[in-house]
């Protein structure tokens, strides 16, 4: 399973980005999918998840009120809309994905088995 993110880039503090992530095409529906993070010199940690009928969000307390994480019409997309964001949320932002398995929690990186390249986030 290949997950391609794009959308990363450079803002100023208080503006939006609209981060995207879509699988190879695949014959099954990926049951999770989410979004991490990881900042220089700090582990990674789990931003936004959802599941496969869109119904079902969770999100990290850094997170809530300001990031909406969605499904996409395509099967196996996911969006991650950032905004108000702060210098503090520069980081390089990863896809994630699952079918079934171990399950630590929606935000757990064990959790997720499939994993992006990352995308870049820089806010100043």
């Known amino acids: 399973v290949q997950l391609v993110e794009s959308g990363g880039g450079s803002v100023q503090a208080e503006g939006s980005l609209r981060l995207s992530c879509a699988a190879s095409?695949?014959?099954?529906?990926?049951?999770?999918m989410g979004w991490f993070r990881q900042a220089p010199g700090k582990e990674r940690e789990g931003v936004a998840s959802?599941?496969?009928?869109?119904?079902?969000?969770y999100y990290s307390d850094s997170a809530k009120g300001r990031f909406i994480v969605s499904r996409g019409n395509e099967k196996n997309t996911v969006y991650l809309q950032l905004s108000s964001l702060k210098p503090e949320d520069t980081a390089m932002y990863y896809c994630?994905?699952?079918?079934?398995?171990?399950?630590?929690?929606?935000?757990?990186?064990?959790?997720?088995?499939?994993w992006g390249q990352g995308t870049q986030v820089t806010v100043s």
């Open positions: 994630a994905a699952r079918t079934y398995g171990d399950w630590e929690g929606p935000l757990a990186e064990k959790s997720f088995y499939y």
């Open positions: 095409r695949l014959p099954f529906t990926l049951n999770f």
């Open positions: 959802i599941n496969s009928g869109g119904g079902g969000t």
